[in-house]
């Protein structure tokens, strides 16, 4: 059912159980002929802030810190890409002649299937042809090897668990191991909810010899091979029904409003999590490692899926009563991990989604720059739509509070920290650290790149794989190799 039709059919009632979450960020019909007037920003090319480039800042050690290491720009890639062959040498996909989901912009004329296929092949090397470059400080080059022995040395591996991007990130993780030439098996019946949908579970291929190298080399025990190093957790709030309707109906919503979501979910992931990370009998001299938690809560957070909360007299009132009930779902989470031992948090900040995507082919030049084109995302979103109920809908997407939802994550990951640090004074005293958090600012990386997303005229939220998604692994990979420095290294 075309979305423009079930918004006349009411926006608040209907408001659209039937058709999913992604359908509707599928329609922001960025091919209409509308002109864009609401303050769009002139060409980001033009701007003004730029950074001190010239300027050389001496780091301690050569490696930047997880915050300078997610501050820079994309430069060109050296040596560029100019023809196909050299992109699959660099990003040798095993799996997929070519990697899915990055799709050519769309153009008027049609296309002949040979034609949309190179045009494809071209999206894809113009948007891998870009390489992050942090201001300061250099990022340990990514090593699947490296990367994998430190999730082996953990009793639960790494778990991510978000909604369809993080979902993406998981994917194009697969294949960079896949890259590494390291195997899986995937949902091995032993497995605690082996059968769950949502669940995927990925445990070392046994007796194949990179296997066989990576256990020798982590000198943890085979039994660590029974259990996943890798798992994904697709739950798109993190919290359930019932949580929902106790949060939102302190808060005004009808306590017998219909519950038409269709969210993915893992009933439990939270005791799955704590499973995972307890230590295993037998493995304690050499499975020390925390279990690594990445997680992510973001565009489901809205008006648009928040159609329960009573309408208030403005926009910002009503944000105001979705950022409550983000809290208080942040509440229940950060309760919840807070007292898992041998487990690091690592939240990874929600990405921006850029109105009109299809409008540029290239990455802002620097941080700032993107920052100041691509502001007012709401009334530039609203633009590229006529009717006023599409308006409406456009707004109830609330893309304004990533940020601010990612902003009170940053405050209350500090804020972890120095209860965590207290916490550690007084083990003598009984009391026990718990996990330890991370704010991941992968923000800055991806506002810089509107040219990068799944399908530009279309999607302009996901992501281009394998693009962004595997620098998030990259990131990762650092930190974690950063951890494993002596203190006064890192
Ligand atoms: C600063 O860098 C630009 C290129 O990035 C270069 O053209 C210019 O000469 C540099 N200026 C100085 C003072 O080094
Ligand atoms: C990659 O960038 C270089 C410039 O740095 C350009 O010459 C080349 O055509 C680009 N490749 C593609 C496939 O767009
Ligand atoms: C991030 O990904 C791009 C490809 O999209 C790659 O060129 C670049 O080297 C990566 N950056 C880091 C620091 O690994």
Request: proline content about 9%; overall charge neutral; hydrophobic content about 35%.
């Amino acid at each position: 059912m075309p979305p423009a039709r079930l918004s006349r059919v009411g926006l608040a009632v209907v408001f659209i159980g039937l058709v999913g979450f992604c359908l509707l960020f599928l329609d922001s019909s960025p091919l209409s002929d509308t002109p864009v007037k609401l303050n769009e920003p002139a060409d980001g090319s033009k701007l003004i802030i730029q950074p001190p480039e010239n300027i050389t800042i001496p780091a301690p050690t050569p490696w930047c810190k997880p915050d300078e290491c997610t501050t820079g720009r994309w430069l060109p890639r050296d040596p560029p890409f100019t023809t196909i062959a050299q992109f699959q040498a660099a990003y040798a996909n095993r799996l997929d002649r070519l990697w899915k989901g990055c799709h050519a912009i769309p153009t008027t004329k049609p296309r002949t299937a040979e034609e949309l296929d190179k045009a494809n092949e071209d999206r894809l090397m113009k948007v891998m042809n870009w390489t992050w470059t942090p201001y300061s400080g250099q990022m340990r080059p990514w090593n699947a090897d490296e990367f994998m022995i430190r999730l082996m040395r953990s009793p639960g591996g790494l778990i991510l668990i978000g909604d369809s991007i993080t979902q993406q990130h998981m994917h194009s993780l697969g294949y960079l191991l896949n890259q590494g030439d390291i195997q899986f098996d995937a949902r091995q019946p032993h497995l605690p909810m082996h059968d769950h949908k949502n669940v995927h579970q990925l445990t070392l291929k046994p007796n194949v010899p990179k296997t066989l190298e990576l256990l020798r080399r982590s000198g943890v025990p085979p039994s660590r091979l029974s259990r996943p190093v890798v798992t994904m957790l697709e739950d798109h709030m993190l919290i359930g029904e019932p949580e929902i309707r106790a949060i939102t109906e302190r808060l005004g919503a009808s306590p017998t409003y219909h519950w038409y979501h269709d969210f993915q979910r893992v009933e439990g992931w939270e005791e799955f999590v704590e499973n995972a990370a307890a230590p295993r009998e037998g493995e304690a001299k050499s499975v020390t490692e925390d279990t690594v938690l990445m997680m992510n809560a973001g565009a489901h957070w809205s008006r648009h899926e928040f159609a329960m909360l009573p309408p208030r007299r403005t926009d910002k009132d009503e944000q105001a009563r979705v950022k409550e009930t983000y809290k208080q779902m942040m509440k229940l989470i950060t309760g919840r991990m807070a007292p898992i031992p041998q487990l690091s948090v690592y939240y990874r900040s929600t990405s921006p989604g850029h109105p009109a995507c299809e409008r540029r082919a290239t990455p802002y030049e620097n941080g700032p720059s993107a920052e100041h084109a691509e502001q007012n995302v709401v009334g530039r979103l609203q633009a590229l739509v006529d009717t006023d109920d599409l308006k409406k809908q456009r707004r109830r997407w609330d893309w304004d509070l990533f940020p601010v939802h990612n902003q009170i994550w940053k405050w209350t990951i500090r804020r972890l920290n120095r209860e965590r640090a207290w916490r550690e004074t007084r083990i003598a005293q009984g009391e026990v650290p718990g996990a330890r958090w991370f704010y991941m600012d992968l923000w800055s990386q991806a506002v810089q790149r509107p040219d990068a997303h799944s399908e530009p005229g279309v999607d302009c939220l996901h992501w281009c794989l394998p693009t962004l998604l595997n620098n998030w692994s990259f990131h990762l990979h650092h930190s974690l190799f950063l951890e494993s420095l002596p203190p006064t290294e890192s």
